[in-house]
């Protein structure tokens, strides 16, 4: 019994992939959880190779101050709503349905988004509009201690 324990907390932990979660509450109330993405390797892969990202689900991403970000969507396999966040919790750009790419996309065609903040969730396309969020919002979570 306690072989068939371990074996199944690991095979739990390795298929989260070693992400922490946080509960993150939008301005409409609706709380969700995300990943976080919390060190340069995370933070670099974030929700590349991803397939399916439900409702519910997105992963935030912690940067060690508040300044000018780029994503670039290589290899992001689904559209996503991409939303910049100072370090007061506050939207400072939010930028909907930011379109796919594959590992064939040539690099001049992949989406980038540009944004300030010290934090940025991503979250499924659609969500922005389906949950008020709009720069000036507040976007609500505890910062995991990297």
């Avoid at 907390?9 to 993150?24: D, E, I, N, Q, S």
């Avoid at 397939?51 to 991403?61: A, H, Q, S, V």
């Avoid at 290589?74 to 379109?99: M, R, S």
Wanted: aromatic content about 10%; some cysteine; charged content about 20%.
């Amino acid at each position: 019994m306690r072989k068939c324990f371990l074996f199944l907390l690991t095979a739990f932990l390795c298929a989260c992939g070693g992400y922490k979660t946080t509960p993150v509450t939008l301005p409409d109330g609706f709380t969700l959880n995300a990943r976080v993405a919390d060190t340069p390797e995370k933070i670099e892969k974030g929700l590349m190779f991803v397939t399916k990202l439900p409702e519910g689900d997105g992963m935030i991403f912690l940067m060690d101050k508040e300044e000018p970000q780029a994503f670039w969507m290589k290899n992001t396999l689904i559209d996503l709503d991409i939303i910049f966040i100072g370090a007061d919790h506050t939207v400072n750009q939010a930028h909907e349905y930011v379109p796919h790419s594959y590992t064939y996309t040539p690099d001049a065609e992949v989406a980038v988004v540009y944004g300030e903040g010290q934090y940025v969730l991503e979250l499924p396309a659609g969500s922005i509009s389906r949950h008020g969020i709009v720069p000036g919002s507040q976007i609500l979570f505890t910062a995991v201690e990297k």
